[in-house]
């Protein structure tokens, strides 16, 4: 079956980094995803990795390990308004290279604070 | 703003009722997707569409029903819901159904009584 972990709850100082970590199991995988989502609010994408290695997208950045089944996010520069949950989301063949889906983590809440 | 709108935001109904949510995205997309999201629970998609065809039926209870007149409208249709069926339904689109970016609408918050 399909399974992904990430913490539930993350909390950081304004101005620090921060790292969510998320491990996967699945078939068919063709990369990660990861999705910001404030509260009452629609996800929200934010990055995808298909290649092993670092994505960097200002001051968000994505990390993954086809090897290690394995992925993270990084957040710099933290931000009161990066106050919301952030789903990692393994992106999978579900008809043999027609049609894909989205299988969601639970979520990392991360909470900023001053 | 994501390009895709939802309809009704809010909708409480009795489990004799019907009622169905609208979805519609604006971006030129070829997929749709309708996600259930329950509380302490990841998003879990329900239903997948490419090109109007359904693709994906994610052993979703036949109490819920979609339909895609076409590729910029997706319905979900409700009857005898059950209380454990009050959630937020998430509907998203993505610009063919091997594309990696997905874009949410607002969502429409259901209770059922």
């Known amino acids: 079956g399909q399974s992904l972990e990430q913490p539930s709850e993350v909390t950081a100082v304004e101005g620090a980094i921060v790292q969510i970590n998320c491990t996967y199991q699945?078939?068919?995988?063709?990369?990660l995803s990861w999705y910001q989502q404030h509260d009452g609010g629609a996800p929200t994408f934010l990055s995808y990795?298909?290649?092993?290695g670092l994505e960097e997208t200002g001051r968000f950045s994505s990390f993954l390990s086809r090897s290690d089944s394995y992925g993270y996010l990084l957040l710099q520069e933290l931000q009161m308004k990066d106050s919301a949950s952030y789903f990692c989301?393994?992106?999978?063949?579900?008809?043999?290279?027609?049609?894909?889906?989205?299988?969601f983590g639970t979520g990392t809440r991360l909470q900023v604070t001053l | 703003e994501t390009g895709v709108t939802q309809t009704p935001r809010h909708l409480v109904m009795g489990m004799t009722n019907k009622k169905s949510l609208k979805c519609e995205q604006h971006?030129?997309?070829?997929?749709m997707y309708w996600y259930k999201q329950s509380a302490k629970k990841p998003l879990e998609l329900m239903f997948v569409y490419s090109l109007e065809e359904r693709v994906e039926n994610n052993s979703v209870p036949s109490r819920f029903s979609p339909e895609c007149p076409n590729s910029s409208h997706l319905f979900l249709h409700l009857h005898t819901l059950q209380p454990e069926d009050s959630a937020l339904y998430l509907c998203?689109?993505?610009?063919?159904?091997?594309?990696?970016?997905?874009?949410f609408g607002p969502g429409t918050r259901l209770t059922v009584l």
């Open positions: 990795n298909a290649l092993d």
């Open positions: 971006l030129g997309h070829n997929a």
């Open positions: 989301a393994v992106l999978r063949d579900i008809t043999a290279g027609t049609a894909s889906k989205l299988t």
């Open positions: 998203a689109s993505s610009q063919d159904s091997v594309s990696n970016e997905q874009f």
């Open positions: 699945t078939s068919g995988f063709y990369g």
